[in-house]
């Protein structure tokens, strides 16, 4: 039986106030985007993943049957680019190693504020590793 690798990401975005927004990127390439703005800051909008690497899962956490979901405390800078990653919750070292190795390398189009200057904002990226 071949196993197949899913990985789905939902990011979950804090910019500096409360707003937040959620979506999905599947590895097809396909964006799926559900937005949950807080009342609070509507007037930033969400950054836009224009760039993504999926995560190689680890051949050693797959031999032994390891998933689960790996969380990223990140921070998007006004250039798009991932500029801080932490890890904040992992069932396994090596699943968070590989999200933060892929994570790295992602690259957004930029929060804007409503007068359209670019702005950093906090998240949390959830990347699930699922063998199939």
């Known amino acids: 039986m071949m196993r197949r690798i899913l990985f789905i990401m939902a990011v979950i975005l804090l910019p500096a106030g409360s707003a937040s927004w959620a979506f999905q ?3 097809a390439g396909a964006v799926t985007e559900k937005a949950a703005v807080a009342e609070k800051d509507k007037d930033v909008s969400k950054p836009v993943l224009v760039e993504k690497v999926d995560p ?4 050693a956490a797959k031999a032994e049957k390891i998933q689960g979901t790996v969380k990223l405390d990140a ?3 006004t250039d798009g680019k991932v ?3 932490k890890a904040a919750e992992s069932p396994d070292e090596r699943l968070t190693q590989a999200a933060m190795d892929a994570v790295k390398e992602w690259k957004f189009k930029p929060a804007l504020n409503s007068k359209g200057k670019p702005v950093k904002v906090k998240m949390t990226l959830t990347v699930n590793f699922k063998l199939q």
């Open 25 to 27: 990127v599947k590895t």
């Open 56 to 59: 190689k899962y680890p051949a």
């Open 75 to 77: 921070t998007i800078g």
């Open 83 to 85: 500029l801080e990653l």
